[in-house]
């Protein structure tokens, strides 16, 4: 089989992430990467043995040989890049969120239609198989109607006023920071699991370091901590480290979630809670594996992740037998499976998050932003 040869836009955190894990799949070659500048590109390229390193987008969207373009730079790149990459003719997979307004995201979604471009926004963290689990027990009914959700993603890389990454800069990430990087992820996964539209927020953000100290040279995402104080200079900060979301979903269940990028000790704790009228569920990202199930008349249960005991539709996530853990790096190669199946063969069905996702993320994000600039309730 002829392998499909993509090429990486990004050399951080997320473009080592997606190297290595569309490897993982046997038919993709990871082709060219862009960076930067093309000195990164080249650095890059060495460390992780990929034949080319293009000088520019233009470079590798001019080649025809490239299938597919990973877009895993800052926010503002998003748009221009995964526009130019459609206009191309390429399949497109970018990281979330997808642009840095609503209007982009809708005209990126019609572009899309439009050439019928193969597209993706990189909502990973649907694809451990327990939350694959709890969603089947959903559409089956196990949980009966659902009446609340409620949760947190909460992480402390960010808690000192030293800690410095490009998304603290509005014009490199936009003006939500917490609630735009990680309050997507939420929302997307509480709407992907209920099948319930997120239909109101009520929100309240918060900028607990009105000013940083931002690094004299380049920092990678999470690795802001190993630098010295000699290597600082003060930067006002305007983008949110907090924020506490009220909301409706559906016609009739409510909840609640926080976000926060400086809560001491949380690495990476990405938990909600589901209750419906039978039964309740309950899963944090930091014990992947692991699925409470809560009864009000039968004692509650912990379920270890074993893909022949879950739900058909949930066990082809799970590519390991049960007791072999499947983490981070795992969700994210069960994106790129599914995306490049279809892009290997376009009949294949979508089942994967689309523009279209990516799209209701940006309007709920911008629904945030005014609930909270207005201190009180917005309709979605």
Same mark, same amino acid.
């Given at each position: 089989?002829a392998k499909?040869k993509?090429?990486?836009v990004?050399t951080?955190f997320m473009g080592k992430?997606h +190297? @290595?894990?569309v490897?993982?799949?046997?038919?993709?070659?990871?082709?060219a990467?862009?960076?930067?500048?093309p000195e990164?590109?080249?650095q890059?390229?060495?460390a992780?043995g990929?034949p080319k390193? /293009?000088?520019?987008?233009?470079e590798v969207?001019?080649?025809?040989e490239?299938? /597919?373009?990973?877009?895993c730079?800052?926010?503002?790149?998003?748009?221009?890049m995964?526009?130019a990459?459609?206009e191309a &003719?390429k399949a497109?997979l970018?990281?979330k969120?997808?642009t840095?307004s609503?209007?982009?995201?809708?005209?990126?979604?019609?572009?899309?239609k439009?050439?019928?471009?193969i597209n993706?926004?990189?909502?990973?963290?649907r694809y451990?198989p327990?939350?694959?689990?709890?969603?089947?027990?959903i559409?089956?009914g196990?949980l009966g109607?659902?009446?609340?959700?409620q949760?947190?993603?909460?992480?402390d890389?960010?808690l000192?006023? +030293?800690d410095w990454?490009?998304?603290?800069?509005?014009?490199e990430n936009g003006k939500?920071? /917490?609630?735009?990087d990680i309050g997507?992820?939420?929302?997307?996964?509480?709407q992907?699991? +209920?099948?319930?539209?997120?239909?109101a927020?009520c929100?309240d953000l918060a900028?607990?370091?009105?000013?940083?100290k931002r690094?004299k040279?380049?920092?990678?995402t999470?690795s802001?901590?190993?630098?010295?104080p000699?290597?600082?200079?003060?930067?006002?900060?305007?983008?949110?480290?907090f924020?506490?979301?009220?909301?409706h979903?559906?016609?009739?269940?409510?909840?609640?979630f926080?976000?926060?990028?400086?809560s001491a000790?949380?690495?990476?704790r990405?938990?909600?809670?589901i209750?419906g009228t039978?039964?309740?569920v309950s899963?944090?990202q930091e014990q992947?594996?692991t699925?409470?199930?809560?009864?009000?008349?039968?004692?509650?249960?912990?379920?270890i992740?074993?893909?022949s005991l879950l739900y058909? /539709?949930a066990?082809?996530?799970?590519?390991?037998?049960?007791?072999h853990s @499947?983490?981070?790096?795992?969700?994210h190669?069960q994106?790129f499976?599914?995306f490049?199946a279809?892009?290997a063969?376009p009949?294949v069905?979508i089942?994967?998050p689309?523009?279209e996702? &990516?799209?209701r993320g940006?309007?709920?994000? @911008?629904?945030v932003?005014e609930s909270?600039?207005?201190?009180?309730w917005v309709?979605v």
């Amino acid at each position: 089989m002829a392998k499909i040869k993509t090429a990486i836009v990004g050399t951080g955190f997320m473009g080592k992430v997606h +190297t @290595e894990n569309v490897r993982r799949l046997g038919n993709v070659e990871v082709a060219a990467v862009v960076g930067s500048r093309p000195e990164r590109a080249k650095q890059f390229a060495e460390a992780m043995g990929i034949p080319k390193a /293009a000088a520019s987008l233009k470079e590798v969207l001019d080649d025809k040989e490239i299938a /597919a373009v990973h877009i895993c730079t800052p926010n503002v790149d998003h748009y221009p890049m995964s526009k130019a990459a459609i206009e191309a &003719g390429k399949a497109v997979l970018c990281e979330k969120p997808l642009t840095l307004s609503a209007a982009e995201a809708r005209e990126l979604v019609e572009l899309a239609k439009a050439k019928n471009a193969i597209n993706c926004v990189q909502h990973n963290l649907r694809y451990y198989p327990v939350v694959q689990q709890i969603r089947q027990m959903i559409a089956h009914g196990d949980l009966g109607d659902i009446l609340i959700a409620q949760g947190t993603y909460s992480q402390d890389w960010l808690l000192y006023d +030293t800690d410095w990454n490009w998304r603290v800069d509005t014009e490199e990430n936009g003006k939500l920071r /917490a609630m735009g990087d990680i309050g997507s992820h939420w929302m997307d996964m509480i709407q992907h699991l +209920t099948a319930l539209p997120i239909t109101a927020v009520c929100a309240d953000l918060a900028t607990f370091h009105k000013t940083r100290k931002r690094p004299k040279g380049s920092v990678e995402t999470f690795s802001g901590k190993k630098l010295q104080p000699g290597d600082y200079e003060e930067f006002p900060i305007t983008t949110d480290d907090f924020g506490a979301v009220l909301i409706h979903l559906g016609d009739r269940a409510k909840g609640a979630f926080t976000v926060s990028q400086m809560s001491a000790g949380c690495k990476n704790r990405f938990s909600f809670d589901i209750f419906g009228t039978k039964a309740g569920v309950s899963w944090s990202q930091e014990q992947p594996d692991t699925l409470w199930i809560g009864h009000r008349n039968d004692p509650n249960q912990i379920i270890i992740k074993d893909g022949s005991l879950l739900y058909p /539709a949930a066990a082809k996530f799970a590519d390991l037998p049960g007791g072999h853990s @499947e983490g981070y790096d795992d969700s994210h190669k069960q994106v790129f499976k599914n995306f490049y199946a279809r892009v290997a063969d376009p009949k294949v069905p979508i089942d994967y998050p689309t523009f279209e996702d &990516g799209l209701r993320g940006m309007v709920l994000l @911008e629904k945030v932003a005014e609930s909270a600039a207005r201190e009180g309730w917005v309709k979605v």
